[in-house]
């Protein structure tokens, strides 16, 4: 059996079809949010970064819907306030900004609390729960990024960034999967985004 503690073995099972339409949905929020700043550039210092991270979060799960939704691997709940993916009947996913350290923040409900939580799996139906989306580097859009923890409010256990090589962009480049050791609360997601806010999903 697959452990959800093992990135390299889960990033396997994941498997090529969702990595890359995870890496290209995140490169196509990225040129969404050039073109709007293009569009109005004036509009874009009278923006919060709430509204920034809402928008960026909307780009990346349409077009990773888009992309997935077809696939006889994907169930897609999209039912406001839950947003969430199924996948291969082994995952579930939430779409999710990764900050320094790959912290993620969501309103503390004790839904979102459970959500993160490791469960006692059924014989036959283990399923993991794992946050995807990108990184946030210096107020900009980074790569594509898969992480798995077991608490709301600790860093990841393990993270995996992904991207297309430059030279061969049919090939993933995968940077190493680490582990962190010791927990991180962060609690700027509590006043950050609508994203990130309020609801159990994000």
Known sequence: MISAKNGHEILDAVG????????????????????FQDFRPA???TFTQRFISSFIHERVWAELVRRIDASPESTIIDDEPVREIGWMNSF????????AGDVIAA??????????????????LEVTHLAVGYKWM??????????????????????VT?????????????????????????????????????????
């Open 16 to 35: 090529h079809e969702f990595q890359t339409g995870l890496i290209d949905s995140v490169d196509q929020a990225r040129i969404d949010l050039g073109d």
């Open 43 to 45: 509009w874009f210092p």
């Open 92 to 99: 579930k996913l939430r779409v999710k900004r990764h900050r």
């Open 107 to 124: 309103f503390p409900t004790e839904g979102a609390k459970r959500w993160y939580e490791p469960t006692l799996p059924l014989d036959g």
């Open 138 to 159: 210096d107020g900009r859009i980074g790569p594509a990024v898969i992480s798995y923890r077991e608490s709301l409010d600790s860093r990841a256990l393990w993270a």
């Open 162 to 202: 992904l991207e297309r090589e430059v030279e061969r962009p049919a090939t993933i480049r995968v940077e190493d999967v680490y582990e962190t050791s010791m927990p991180e609360l962060d609690l700027s997601g509590l006043v950050d985004s609508d994203e990130e806010t309020g609801t159990d999903q994000l």
